[in-house]
């Protein structure tokens, strides 16, 4: 059975190559997603899903103070995927199970949780993606733009004001890649990877709400 402390405690070659456990991760499970699409029956395990999504965690911390709510609030939600994990064998049970109980939007339902959680995962998309189009030493513009798009139309007036006054604490470019042991030209090519493999992840766990008539604004 999978539990928060080990879930939460990255192994050491994720530790020494946190993009490359990602991306190999992330690789590995829209396989999964694309076993699903072919035809069969199998859908994403919670507690695998929980395992790998907590690989997602280090990059929060790379960031510092400016994404630390985001950190917080990712953390917070995934420890309680990993403890629906005990009770909940797939990613749809615990949707189908708020569904039932009418508490998909009710706050700390399951549902509501793997939605923070997609985010968290998507805001990484994001950046990757805002990194990988421009080569501006400062991450100001990179991160807001990324906040902006994914996490922003859903976080109150107060959380958006600390996030956008702690973009000044951000890194430079230059000092995340150290922070993750990669250099500009070795992190290139993982963060495509993460990006091409966590699409896919993404609109499975859309779908899991649209196909129940879950609208996404939320």
Known sequence: MVSFESVMEPSDSA????????????EELV???????NGSSDHIRLDTFCEIASLVTVLFRC???AFKFAEMEYVSKLHGLVEASKKYEMLQDIIDHD???????TSGSYSRNLRRVRQGLD?????FEQLLSTSDSSLKGVASTAYGEVC????SWTVR???YAGMYTLPTRDQLFVKLNETEQTAEKKMRRYISASLPVIEYIDKLYLSRSIV???
Do not use: C, M, Q
């Not at 530790?15 to 992330?26: E, G, H, T, Y």
């Not at 805001?123 to 950046?127: E, K, N, Q, S, T």
């Open 161 to 163: 004001t600390a996030v």
């Open 216 to 218: 996404l604004d939320w």
């Open 15 to 26: 530790i020494a190559s946190p993009l490359s456990a990602i991306a190999d991760a992330f």
């Open 123 to 127: 805001l990484v998309r994001a950046i």
């Open 63 to 65: 960031l510092g103070l």
């Open 31 to 37: 396989e999964k997603v694309k076993d699903f699409k």
């Open 99 to 105: 569904v039932a109980n009418d508490t998909v939007k």
């Open 152 to 155: 922003a139309p859903y976080h």
